[in-house]
Structure formats: structure tokens, C-alpha cells
């Protein structure tokens, strides 16, 4: 906790220096390809790929920039081999064998970036990432209520670079890593995010 705060005070002192300098607007919108996986033992660590697409709003001056963005998409958790087991008192009765059952999730992620301008046309972007999951899918049926398993929000860390284009277009490219335990249960066992992030933008 006091290396998410220490992080989001930095980000916060460097939107600060970004609001004083001169700047312009910028909004679009972009599709993404998401490459999504949670990290667990006791759910598939495998990566899946999901659709990814939303809006963005900021400012940008000549170094630095700070955007934040809506953005939505579908993820996906997987019950592994011994998920009857260690979470028996979540699954409903007469579910003896729920391997494979599979969790679909749709959320919504706000990232507050702050861009770093490194080559001509080519920025650093960093800050955080605030997930809430919208809506949850117990695809097999086959939890007591599946809030009670998995959170309904999250927060994670980005890092990524951003391209622009001629004729409003950018393109980026981003890891997102989990910093909050998506883990809802009494469970001794940590759930992190983990994102690769492809992406095209066009500004209005």
C-alpha cells in the first residue's frame, strides 16, 4: 500500500507540473487487442485474447501530456484442477467436479496517464489503472455467488509507449500489472492481472 500511494503521489505531482505548462486538448477513441491472464494456483494461468475499445481525454504540452481514458472489455477466469477442493465452500452442492468452469467477467478500466515526450512523435506513458467489473458471469453455474469469490474491482500499474501519426492517428503499446488481489474469498491465495495491450487511437 505505501508503494501504490508513494506511486500515485508522484503521478499526482507530475500532473501538476503538466497543468502548468502550456498545453492543448486532446480526445478520440481507440480499439484495442487485450492479451489478458490472472495469476493463481488454483485457477488457469494461461493468457487469452479479448477485444479492448473506449474513449480518451487529456491535455499535451511540448514534453508531457496526461490523459485518462474509459475503456472497456471482457475478461475471463478458468477453475483449475483443484478448485473443488480448496474453495469447496463457495461451490453449490452436488458440483463435484468443476474443472475448467469458466468465469466471464465485463469491465471497465480508467488509466490516468502521464506521457513523457522520449523520441519526435514517440511518448512514455505511465500512472495508474482503476478497474470496476460491471457485470460477472458464472458461465457453469457452479459457485454460491460468484461476488463472493471475485472482487468487483481492482487497481493496477501502466507502462507502455505511445506513437502519433499522421492524419490523427496513434498507435501504443502496454503492459498492465495487477497491484490489488482480485482474491475475494478467505482463501490464502493472491489473484493478480496481467495485460499486453495493442492499440489504435484517432483523435477528434
Sequence with gaps: MQKLTSFL???GAACLSVTAMAQEPMAGIKIRANVYRTTGDQIENNYKVF??????LGIRGEKM???AEGLFTQTRMIAGDNFNDIYRSYIQNGKEQIRNAEFDFTELSVPVLLGVKVF????????PQFT???DMSDKDNVLTEVKNVYKDSYVSGVVGLKIRLPLHLNVSARYAFGVSDRNNTTVDERWRTQHIQLGVGFGL
Excluded at 477485444?51 to 480518451?56: A, D, E, K, S
Excluded at 519526435?120 to 500512472?127: N, Q, S
Design 9 to 11: 503521489a508522484t503521478v
Design 65 to 67: 501530456s496526461l490523459v
Design 120 to 127: 519526435p512523435a514517440t511518448w512514455l506513458e505511465f500512472g
Design 51 to 56: 477485444p479492448f475499445g473506449g474513449v480518451y
Design 132 to 134: 470496476k467489473v460491471v
